[in-house]
């Protein structure tokens, strides 16, 4: 998969692209409004928006002086800042920020997978050199207005399947489900549950769909009550982990689909007195720094976020550089960590 050329090229070198004056011309609106647009301004109407984005889209924009470049400027953008999550993340891009004398953008859609109009203003105005989105997604208009700008997009741990033509980094989903459930399938459990993470997010369906897979290998069917949807929240684990310790033949194994849930998976367990791992094995995905200080320590499957976010950093730098990455769909391997929380099934005491 690769970009088109003439999203990366520079407006300068196109003849056929229109000048400020020209489209304004076009538009018929004066020169301060296009400039207006062209700069992520507000103060300007939705109609008339509109139709100058219009305009540079179908034929492009020539700056009539010698552009100067802007600072390097990376736009890092999670749903939410909450956790060791994006932390990990904003490391990885940070390493490659210095190595590349470029500064690093933070910002979040308070919780939402979608920003308002504002932020896409916003990063006009900066004149960022490019944006890195996180567990989020833009709208089919965000993304025309980055490209129409030559502000290059590449999507990490993507909400849902990118689209063509725009790069992306994500973990290794399928595989670490599979592994996570051969390791408590080794210790002997048969009863499995799973914890999803939201239904609409890719690493989540790919998560699940692994350990569907592992137990179909090992000849097991799937127990339709032992899969509990969760959000990635530690109040999912809590609840859903309750839920399954209620049935007439609960799990002797829990599966959650990130670290947060597998925590609420332990507040399930102490308020209903069960001990981890003699009463049940709980395994979960991430490998936050933090959990290594649950008791027990969380056995995971990693997900290297650090180099995630590494990788995506160098391949926006390269896409603004107007170079071709090696790769536009980066896949990073994940990787079971065995810890305290997962035992034989045989050893839980009479």
Do not use: C
Not at 31 to 56: F, Q, Y
Not at 246 to 258: H, Y
């Amino acid at each position: 998969m690769t970009w088109p050329e003439e999203r990366f090229s520079d407006p300068m070198s196109s003849p056929q692209a229109l000048t400020l004056a020209e489209l304004a011309e076009r538009a018929g609106v004066s020169t301060a409004t296009v400039s207006k647009v062209i700069n992520g301004r507000t103060e300007v109407a939705p109609e008339t928006r509109a139709l100058v984005e219009g305009l540079i889209r179908e034929h492009g924009y020539r700056r009539q002086r010698q552009r100067v470049r802007p600072a390097r400027l990376i736009e890092v953008v999670f749903h939410e800042l909450a956790g060791d999550y994006p932390v990990e993340i904003i490391k990885g891009v940070q390493q490659v920020a210095r190595r590349n004398h470029a500064a690093v953008v933070i910002s979040d859609f308070q919780g939402d997978h979608t920003p308002g109009r504002t932020w896409i203003e916003e990063v006009m105005s900066r004149r960022s050199t490019g944006v890195i989105t996180v567990f989020s997604s833009l709208t089919s208009s965000q993304r025309d207005q980055l490209a129409t700008r030559n502000i290059p997009l590449v999507m990490l741990d993507p909400l849902d399947l990118p689209m063509s033509g725009v790069p992306s980094v994500s973990a290794a989903n399928w595989s670490g489900g599979l592994v996570a459930t051969r390791h408590l399938l080794e210790l002997g459990h048969r009863r499995i549950a799973v914890i999803t993470g939201p239904p609409n997010a890719v690493s989540s369906r790919a998560r699940v769909d692994g350990y569907r897979a592992a137990l179909e290998m090992a000849g097991l069917s799937v127990d339709p009550d032992l899969v509990r949807t969760g959000d990635y929240h530690i109040v999912s684990g809590l609840k859903r982990t309750k839920e399954l310790m209620g049935l007439p033949d609960p799990p002797t194994a829990i599966f959650t689909s990130n670290d947060g849930q597998a925590v609420g998976a332990y507040w399930a367990a102490a308020e209903l007195k069960l001990r981890i791992p003699d009463d049940l094995s709980v395994i979960g995905f991430d490998d936050m720094p933090s959990v290594r200080w649950t008791l027990p320590p969380l056995t995971t499957v990693r997900q290297p976020l650090t180099e995630m976010g590494n990788a995506a950093a160098t391949m926006l730098l390269a896409l603004a550089d107007g170079r071709q990455p090696a790769q536009t769909r980066v896949e990073v391997g994940t990787e079971l960590v065995v810890r305290g929380s997962t035992a034989p099934i045989g050893n839980r005491p009479a």
